[in-house]
């Protein structure tokens, strides 16, 4: 079993459209969670940490289920510049800083 | 967010070569810093740790004598990937924290190709 699970897509929306994606992960000692962008060829960019309580920035909401080991990302209002591969990323659960990645889930907004 | 540099961007060096790879964190020490490698539609792995002024941790499967990792400042890592081999072609990316964080970011990346 993969220690980060995500569905790899592609996710096809209209501009406009409202999209969630979803990331399951394995260890439980985990605590620290992101959601990171990587475009084409590029290095990946933080797009939020994600906390037990939720947190938006702008179009963005991310969600954690500790119980369920799940965590989430919505975009609202999807624009073109919003494709990208997202990441979900967690700590090994340790102090040694290290992060495991999912294979990311791949988002084509089309006009 | 923090800043992290990386050089070169991309190279391309014969099968049997040495390579280095620097990662600078810019505005930000950095007693810990990370080297990933990204295969073509593969997420990222993590190679090694790179500690300052003590040696390097290895990911298991990671052979520390063919990725030999530096740091010596608070500032700069360097990964040199020793008799290059064409299965080494990747993307090498390199990451730091700032401190009393837990999110990495990124350097831009390097892409070796071995011919």
């Known amino acids: 079993r993969k220690e980060v699970e995500q569905d790899p897509g592609p996710f096809n929306v209209p501009e406009g459209a409202t999209v969630a994606f979803n990331c399951t992960y394995s260890n439980s000692a985990s605590q620290s969670f992101f959601w990171y962008r990587q475009d084409c060829r590029k290095e990946p960019k933080l797009l939020m940490s994600?906390?037990?309580s939720g947190n938006e920035d702008g179009r963005f909401t991310a969600q954690l289920n500790r119980a369920s080991q799940y965590i989430s990302l919505l975009i609202r209002d999807s624009k073109l510049s919003d494709s990208a591969t997202y990441l979900c990323v967690v700590n090994f659960g340790d102090n040694t800083g290290k992060l495991i990645f999912g294979q990311g889930t791949t988002l084509q907004v089309k006009p | 967010g923090a800043v992290v540099s990386q050089h070169p961007s991309w190279v391309i060096c014969k099968s049997g070569t040495s390579v280095k790879i620097e990662c600078r964190s810019l505005?930000?020490?950095?007693?810990?810093m990370f080297w990933y490698r990204q295969f073509p539609k593969q997420s990222l792995m993590l190679m090694a740790t790179s500690n300052e002024g003590s040696k390097a941790t290895y990911e298991q499967g990671v052979e520390k004598d063919k990725f030999l990792i530096n740091h010596a400042s608070l500032t700069l890592s360097t990964l040199t990937v020793t008799s290059a081999h064409p299965e080494d072609s990747s993307f090498y990316i390199c990451s730091a924290s700032p401190p009393a964080a837990y999110e990495q970011y990124f350097g831009p990346g390097t892409r070796l190709t071995v011919t």
């Open positions: 994600v906390y037990s």
């Open positions: 505005d930000f020490q950095a007693t810990t």
